[in-house]
C-alpha cells in the first residue's frame, strides 16, 4: 500500500473515530455519571483484568502465528490485536476488519498473507470453541432457572452456522490446497455473478484465489507438523472467557449489586452470544440492550442491571477502543520505520564483513 493511500486510511480512520464519538456523546455522559457512582477500588481491579486479557489475546496470536511458521515480537503482537479493535469496530466488516491489520503488517514486513488468514481462521475457530464451552454453561443455568426462550436459540443456532462454516474452510484447507483453491474460486465466482449487475465486471479474480489458497495451504501443512501445539491456544482462548467474566462480576461488585455465580456466567454468554451474532460492530447498540434485559430474567434490578452493563461496556468495549487508536498510530510509525532499520542493520553487517574479510598488512 502506498504510503499516501496509508496516510489517507488513517486519516479517514480518524474521522469515523470522532464520528463515532461524537454520537456516542450521549452514552458518554451515562458511562460518566455511572462511574461516579463505582467503587473505585474493584474498578480498577476490572481494569487491570481487562488489561490481562489484552495481553493473554496477543499471547493467543503469537501461539496461532507459530503454529503456521510465522513469527512476531510480544510487543508487536499486543499492538496488531489492540489496533485490529479498534479497526473492526471503526470499520464494520462482519468481524474482518481487524484481520486487515495482520494482513497489511504482513505484506510491509513480506510475510505471507496467506498464512495470515489461516490464523485468522484458526482463531476464530478457538474462539467459537471456547464461547460454545461457555454458553453451555450459561444455558444450564438458565434452562435450571426456566429462563431460555427462543432468542438465545435463534442466536445460538446462528453461531453454529457460522461456526460450521468456517469449519468447513478449515477441513477442506487442512486436506488440499487445490480443494480450498476450488472452494475459494467457487465462492468468487458467486461474489462475480452477486455484484456484476451493479460493477460489469468481475470484481474478485478466479486466478488469485487459486494463488491464494496455495499460500494458504504453505500454512496449514505447517500446521499439519505443529498439530501436536495446537492445545495452548484453545487453554488461551478459554482463559479469556474466564477472565471476561471476572470483568462482569468486578462491575457488579464496583456497583454494590449482588449476584450469583449463575446470574454472572449466564449473563456473560448471552452477552457474548449477542456480541458475535451480532450485525453492529462488536455488537454496539444489541449487547448494549440486551445484556440488561437477560440480567433482569435473572433476578438482578433493572436499574442496576443497566448500570452493570455500562461498567462492563466501559471496560471491555470503550477502554480498548481508545487504546486500540493509539496502538494503531504506533503501530503504523514502527512499520514504517522498520524498513529503514532492516536496511541499516544490512549495511552495518555487509561493513563488517568486509572489514573481517581484508587481508592483513
Known amino acids: 500500500m502506498p504510503a499516501g493511500t496509508r496516510k489517507v486510511l488513517l486519516l479517514a480512520l480518524g474521522l469515523l473515530a470522532v464520528a463515532y464519538i461524537v454520537f456516542g456523546l450521549a452514552e458518554i455522559e451515562s458511562i460518566l455519571a455511572t462511574l461516579r457512582r463505582t467503587s473505585p477500588l474493584y474498578l480498577v481491579a476490572a481494569v487491570v483484568v481487562e ?64 498464512r495470515v488468514v489461516v490464523v485468522g481462521v484458526l482463531y476464530l475457530v478457538y474462539e467459537y470453541a471456547s464461547l460454545l464451552a461457555v454458553l453451555a454453561a450459561g444455558f444450564v443455568v438458565l434452562v435450571r432457572r426456566d429462563k431460555l426462550d427462543g432468542r438465545e436459540l435463534a442466536a445460538a443456532g446462528l453461531l453454529l452456522a457460522l461456526a460450521g462454516c468456517i469449519g468447513v474452510v478449515l477441513v477442506v484447507g487442512y486436506r488440499s490446497a487445490r480443494q480450498l483453491g476450488n472452494l475459494l474460486a467457487w465462492l468468487a465466482h458467486g461474489v462475480n455473478r452477486l455484484l456484476h449487475p451493479f460493477v460489469h465486471r468481475d470484481w474478485l479474480s478466479l486466478s488469485a484465489a487459486h494463488e491464494f489458497a496455495d499460500e494458504m495451504g504453505q500454512g496449514f501443512s505447517t500446521l499439519r507438523l505443529n498439530r501436536n501445539h495446537t492445545a495452548l491456544p484453545l487453554a488461551l482462548a478459554l482463559c479469556n472467557k474466564v477472565l471476561l467474566i471476572a470483568v462482569l462480576a468486578l462491575s457488579f461488585l464496583a456497583l ?74 504506533v503501530l503504523e510509525k514502527s512499520l514504517v520505520a522498520e524498513p529503514h532499520l532492516i536496511e541499516s542493520k544490512q549495511l552495518a553487517l555487509a561493513a563488517e564483513a568486509s572489514l573481517t574479510s581484508e587481508p592483513p598488512d
Request: without cysteine; proline residues 5%; charged residues 10%.
Open 51 to 114: 488489561a490481562v486479557v489484552l495481553v493473554n489475546s496477543a499471547a493467543t496470536f503469537t501461539a496461532l502465528y507459530r503454529l503456521v511458521g510465522l513469527h512476531a515480537s510480544r510487543r508487536r503482537m499486543f499492538l496488531m490485536v489492540a489496533a485490529g479493535t479498534f479497526v473492526s469496530v471503526i470499520v464494520p466488516s462482519g468481524g474482518m476488519g481487524g484481520m486487515a491489520v495482520f494482513m497489511d503488517a504482513a505484506r510491509r514486513r513480506g510475510l505471507s498473507t496467506g
Open 256 to 329: 454494590g449489586t449482588p449476584f450469583s455465580s449463575g446470574t454472572v456466567v449466564a449473563g456473560f454468554s448471552i452477552g457474548q452470544l449477542f456480541f458475535y451474532v451480532s450485525p453492529t460492530p462488536s455488537g454496539v447498540g444489541f449487547v448494549d440492550s440486551i445484556m440488561p434485559v437477560a440480567l433482569n430474567t435473572l433476578n438482578v434490578p433493572f436499574t442496576q442491571a443497566v448500570l452493570v452493563v455500562l461498567v462492563y461496556r466501559t471496560v471491555t468495549f470503550w477502554l480498548p477502543l481508545g487504546l486500540g487508536a493509539l496502538a494503531l498510530r
